[in-house]
């Protein structure tokens, strides 16, 4: 069966530090895979997506950026946070049934 | 991929019938209706999905609308634990690769 996993769980950051959140996908190849963030009291926002390896698409401009190195593998990173790149980062993989399913989630604070 | 439109929040007694509504006029042919929960610092679960008829799964029932304007999830007997927030989301099933969440309906459940 399919599975996705998401880490760090949480993690606090100083404001101008860098970050990087890891993503993997297990029992599928090549799937679509998504990067959406969650701020507090507010639905979600998707904030990039790949259909391949190295292909990335992103939906709003921002301080952050993704990559895909490896099929399975999707990964969002910043060079220098802010204060507002806090919230709940999700990442997710389009299943069968055109069907989007999501990791546990990543929370982040940026102090 | 279409708009839509949910309530900002309901209350549901336990025990009881939870519908809750969602618009989506513009919704097109060829898209189908998505929803999924969100559990307090959780990922998204999905929940069920239909085109034009409606759906049962063991997790709830789907009514769509003849002119498929609008639909309703109901769970057909609410615990506590169903107590989440609630997205309706409309999308292409095939070529379609990007799914928007809007705010939701945040469900109260209450004994």
């Known amino acids: 069966s399919q599975t996705i996993h998401q880490w760090p769980a949480t993690l606090v950051q100083p404001v101008g530090s860098p970050l990087s959140l890891e993503c993997t996908v297990e029992?599928?190849?090549?799937?679509?895979l998504y990067w959406y963030r969650q701020a507090a009291g507010r639905g979600l926002q998707l904030l990039f997506y790949?259909?391949?390896?190295?292909?990335i698409s992103s939906e709003v401009p921002q301080n952050l950026s993704a990559s895909r190195p490896q099929d399975r593998q999707f990964i969002l990173s910043s060079k220098k946070l802010l204060l507002s790149d806090s919230g709940f980062y999700l990442c997710?993989?389009?299943?069968?049934?055109?069907?989007?399913?999501f990791g546990e989630g990543s929370w982040l604070t940026v102090v | 991929d279409a708009k839509t439109t949910q309530p900002p929040s309901m209350d549901c007694a336990e025990g009881r019938a939870a519908n809750l509504p969602c618009n989506h006029s513009?919704?097109?042919?060829?898209?189908?209706v998505y929803w999924y929960r969100q559990i307090h610092s959780q990922g998204p679960q999905y929940i069920i999905h239909?085109?034009?008829n409606n759906e049962t799964n063991e997790m709830a029932s789907l009514i769509i609308t003849e002119d498929r304007k609008s639909s309703t999830l109901i769970l057909p007997h609410a615990t506590l634990r169903d107590t989440a927030v609630y997205y309706c989301?409309?999308?292409?099933?095939?070529?379609?690769?990007?799914?928007?969440f809007g705010a939701g309906t945040r469900l109260f459940v209450k004994a």
């Open positions: 997710a993989w389009k299943g069968g049934g055109n069907t989007i399913y």
């Open positions: 513009t919704i097109s042919g060829n898209e189908y």
């Open positions: 029992g599928t190849s090549n799937p679509n």
């Open positions: 790949s259909v391949g390896i190295g292909q």
């Open positions: 989301i409309v999308r292409d099933h095939t070529g379609g690769f990007k799914t928007i």
């Open positions: 239909g085109l034009k």
